[in-house]
T-cell receptor, first 114, second 113 residues
Framework: DAKTTQPNSMESNEEEPVHLPCNHSTISGTDYIHWYRQLPSQGPEYVIHGLTSNVNNRMASLAIAEDRKSSTLILHRATLRDAAVYYCILGGTHGSSNTGKLIFGQGTTLQVKP | ETGVTQTPRHLVMGMTNKKSLKCEQHLGHNAMYWYKQSAKKPLELMFVYNFKEQTENNSVPSRFSPECPNSSHLFLHLHTLQPEDSALYLC????????????FGSGTRLTVV
């Protein structure tokens, strides 16, 4: 299975942007990059995903390096409700590293200070 | 509510009991999953079902027995569990098994005594 590397923890101040990095040097050509987050006492929730181009949605932006060996999840203005564990995961359809399944790592625990 | 409902939310069972966890989704998804999350460990994928057929069993002990009667319902039958099986059990669903857009339930917190 293709692996991702994330920092164990990060801190941010409320209402400031947060950049959460992820390294995935063994990514295959058909792997999507997925981000999920898990708030305390809840199941994970989908944040964003991308393949090659940068992506934006109402929750966050995903910046993907040109060689696809790293990516960054960007929260434009962190709020206290964004304190969670953020998971960067590789996966996709047939032919990808983790065909048909999401394999979670340790993720990055984000603390947001008021 | 996420659209994936898990019951019960909390369960305490003895090692000789038999119990079942239930997961239900009405999102029109065709794939369903069981994950286990132990304290301070990453989520572990247990089982994958696609169109009611089991497509993955991640070397899960036979004391955990999944059942998927239709694409909307998933069960995890438990018997003769061990204290180390205490964990948060999470159900998820997705339109297809491509890893995109999983929706998770809130989980069942299981304690084995």
């Amino acid at each position: 299975d293709a692996k991702t590397t994330q920092p164990n923890s990060m801190e941010s101040n409320e209402e400031e942007p947060v950049h959460l990095p992820c390294n995935h040097s063994t990514i295959s050509g058909t792997d999507y990059i997925h981000w999920y987050r898990q708030l305390p006492s809840q199941g994970p929730e989908y944040v964003i995903h991308g393949l090659t181009s940068n992506v934006n949605n109402r929750m966050a932006s995903l910046a993907i390096a040109e060689d696809r060996k790293s990516s960054t999840l960007i929260l434009h203005r962190a709020t206290l409700r964004d304190a969670a564990v953020y998971y960067c995961i590789l996966g996709g359809t047939h032919g990808s590293s983790n065909t048909g399944k999401l394999i979670f790592g340790q993720g990055t625990t984000l603390q947001v200070k008021p | 509510e996420t659209g994936v409902t898990q019951t019960p939310r909390h369960l305490v069972m003895g090692m000789t009991n038999k119990k079942s966890l239930k997961c239900e989704q009405h999102l029109g998804h065709n794939a369903m999953y069981w994950y286990k999350q132990s304290a301070k460990k990453p989520l572990e994928l247990m089982f994958v079902y696609n169109f009611k057929e089991q497509t993955e069993n991640n070397s899960v002990p036979s004391r955990f027995s999944p059942e998927c009667p239709n694409s909307s319902h998933l069960f995890l039958h438990l018997h003769t569990l061990q204290p180390e099986d205490s964990a948060l059990y999470l159900c998820a669903s997705s339109r297809e098994t491509g890893g995109i857009g999983y929706t998770f339930g809130s989980g069942t917190r299981l304690t084995v005594v």
